[in-house]
């Protein structure tokens, strides 16, 4: 049971376009929604949070959107840029438990 | 500022073999956590810990063992291993605040099963 689906599972955006993500939950208990940005023979690190009682949250050019009754949420990279090029999860969080999604490979091309 | 350190990055076991992969947080962190990344999988949950002496299992505990009997360790044990544990394993720690789960990871060790 996926209790995090998250697509697309690759993505290739020209450099200075918008990047989205998309993911949803069906838990209605997470209470805690991050996104995590992972290079290439890193760990992933966290890059931005949301909870479930506000409707977006910005930082920088990155941005999320949640939709509770939906129980969906996506991540906006505004003006891609070639260094965002990643691998991205969407998580969710209930009691300090951290489920993933599946990931999505983002290339971001000159 | 080291972090979560993970031991080692890189290992080779045959069928049958076990092995112990250390990781250790300097954060006084009390929660830890080990994840197994495979393609296309995202990561999964084998174990966690909420504190020294406390373990729970994850989504994917079969074949693997843990122990915490500090707050800074957290190694995770597989027996008699298996193809199919061929991965990358991540360790990782987060301070409990409630509502709030930043999770720290460790750079990852890669595992090959043969």
């Known amino acids: 049971q996926q209790q995090v689906k998250q697509s697309p599972q690759s993505l290739i955006v020209q450099k200075g376009g918008i990047s989205i993500i998309n993911c949803a939950y069906e838990?209605?208990?997470?209470?805690?929604f991050p996104w995590y940005q992972q290079f290439p023979g890193k760990g992933p690190a966290l890059l931005i949070a949301i909870r479930p009682d506000v409707s977006e949250k910005k930082e920088g050019r990155f941005t999320i959107s949640f939709n509770k009754s939906a129980k969906q949420f996506s991540l906006h990279i505004m003006d891609s840029q070639p260094g965002d090029s990643a691998t991205y999860f969407c998580a969710a969080s209930y009691h300090e438990k951290l489920t993933f999604g599946t990931g999505t490979r983002l290339t971001i091309i000159p | 500022n080291a972090g979560v350190t993970q031991t080692p990055k890189f290992r080779i076991l045959k069928i049958g073999q076990s092995m112990t992969l250390q990781c250790a947080q300097d954060?006084?962190?009390?929660?830890m956590y080990w994840y197994r990344q495979d393609p296309g999988m995202g990561l999964k949950l084998i174990y966690y810990s909420v504190g020294a002496g406390i373990t729970d299992k994850g989504e994917v505990p079969n074949g693997y063992n843990v122990s915490r009997s500090t707050t800074e360790d957290f190694p995770l044990r597989l027996e008699l291993a298996a193809p199919s544990q061929t991965s990358v394993y991540f360790c990782?720690?987060?301070?409990?605040?409630?509502?709030?789960?930043?999770?720290?990871f460790g750079q990852g060790t890669r595992l090959t099963v043969v």
């Open positions: 990782a720690s987060s301070h409990s605040r409630t509502g709030v789960t930043e999770a720290f």
């Open positions: 838990n209605t208990a997470f209470d805690y």
């Open positions: 954060m006084n962190h009390n929660y």
